[in-house]
């Protein structure tokens, strides 16, 4: 901690405390009355001067798990709205295009299209929310779709339990790999992605058979995913949480290890990430009767797309409540109408533009969606990198220490947070 201490009377000072990206952690200070000194010695200081009370509502906010405070959520809020609308928009636009798009089994069939995307998103909005951006989620639901359709015979439940599990075990060892090397999460799960996407295409095409038709249980699937992403957001609300579950979030430098509960926390992700990409898998295989083999790339762009255009943040962290299941049925909608309207549009296309306006919302949550702690004093959004001051301190410039120990060196232990 620094503090700046003003030679005036009635300065008011602030209190850093450096992160390495963050300029400061400043908490707002208030006047009031000093006590003046008996003696009467300090000549400086005069009855009714002012002293600063530092506002300790985030003493206990540590600057190393992220930056301290409340995230807005007014930007959220307003980008679901933006959503909403949006669904409207095409649904008004679909049932023009094909009457009837909207009611009876057509609706069914678009519920469970919904589903299938709204568990990617889920799972790549999961991944995203703890810094870990999992790019294989579309290979787990590909994996666990030939699971099942190689394995069930009439019964369906069991080779799903056993998919979704295979899935499981193999985010934990991505997830290893991830925390234990400390690698950019991107590119571990993009060659799991090639992996498996690889392994699928390699195997002999199959149909699915099933003694289960998941039309007549649409509104059940698609109200327990939709209760699902909400609930868990609403816990996301919570600012020891929120930061928590981020803590894999760089706040200095990114090749830097975080702390053990930051490890654990992203490789527990990575796991829930797949588990979940698994489950939309099988309900995929479960409605179309036979598997994608090559469709794990699609896949993965749909989930990312719905996740990044609900406004989950891609730095991690950050995001919405609504916003995760208002971009899977604008997804689902859009797919629907360009099939009617524009069928050289592809899927493929429409997950790319998901992306694409689903970075600039990023931009958006990142802007407004970020603790307010200080008045604005600078422009937080400038291009110009801060420099450090050449004013000369108390404590004399000393060298780094050379670590020692190779790979493992102490100074990269998992306790010792980036300085």
């Known amino acids: ?146 699971w099942v359709a190689q394995h069930a015979d009439g019964e369906w439940l069991g080779a799903a339990a056993t998919a979704v599990g295979v899935c499981a075990v193999i985010g934990l060892v991505q997830g290893l790999v991830v925390a234990g090397l400390h690698v950019p999460a991107w590119a571990a799960s993009l060659a799991v992605l090639l992996g498996v996407g690889a392994w699928a295409v390699a195997q002999s095409a199959v149909v699915a058979d099933i003694d289960y038709t998941p ?55 990575t796991v829930v990430s797949m588990a979940i990409a698994g489950v939309g898998g099988v309900l995929l295989v479960l409605v179309e009767g036979r598997p994608d083999a090559g469709g794990a790339v699609e896949l993965t762009a749909l989930g990312l797309g719905a996740a990044l255009l609900g406004g989950t943040s891609a730095f991690g962290r950050r995001g919405g409540i609504f916003g995760t299941v208002f971009a899977a049925c604008l997804l689902a909608l859009v797919v629907a109408w360009t099939a009617e309207v524009h069928p050289q549009v592809t899927t493929a296309w429409v997950a790319a533009g998901a992306i694409g306006v689903g970075l600039a919302v990023t931009r958006l949550v990142e802007r407004f969606g970020r603790p307010v702690l200080l008045p604005a004093t600078e422009e937080d959004e400038s291009w110009m990198p801060r420099v450090h001051s050449l004013a000369p301190t108390s404590k004399p410039w000393q060298p780094a220490p050379t670590p020692t120990g190779g790979l493992w060196s102490s100074d990269e232990g998992w306790g010792n947070p980036p300085q």
């Open 215 to 269: 039309r007549g249980d649409a509104y059940l699937w698609f109200a327990t995913v939709c209760a699902v992403s909400v609930v868990a957001s609403l816990f996301g609300l919570a600012p020891s949480l929120r930061r928590g579950f981020a803590r894999f979030r760089p706040v200095a430098d990114p090749a830097r290890r975080r702390s053990l509960v930051a490890a654990v926390i992203a490789v527990a992700a």
């Open 1 to 146: 901690m620094a503090f700046d201490d003003g030679t005036q009377t009635g300065v008011t000072r602030s209190l850093g405390v450096s992160t390495g990206e963050f300029q400061a952690v400043r908490p707002t200070f208030e006047a009031v009355p000093a006590l003046v000194a008996g003696s009467g010695s300090d000549t400086g200081q005069a009855a009714g001067s002012t002293a600063p009370i530092p506002n300790l509502h985030y003493v206990f906010d540590d600057p190393n798990d992220g930056e301290p405070g409340r995230d807005r959520v007014l930007v959220h809020g307003i980008w679901e709205l933006v959503l909403a609308l949006a669904i409207a928009g095409v649904g008004i636009a679909l049932t023009q295009a094909r009457p009837g798009a909207l009611a009876g089994d057509q609706l069914r069939d678009l519920l469970l299209s919904v589903t299938v995307i709204g568990l990617l998103a889920i799972a790549s909005a999961v991944s995203l929310r703890a810094s870990v951006p999992n790019l294989a989620v579309g290979g787990a639901a590909v994996l666990a779709g030939l």
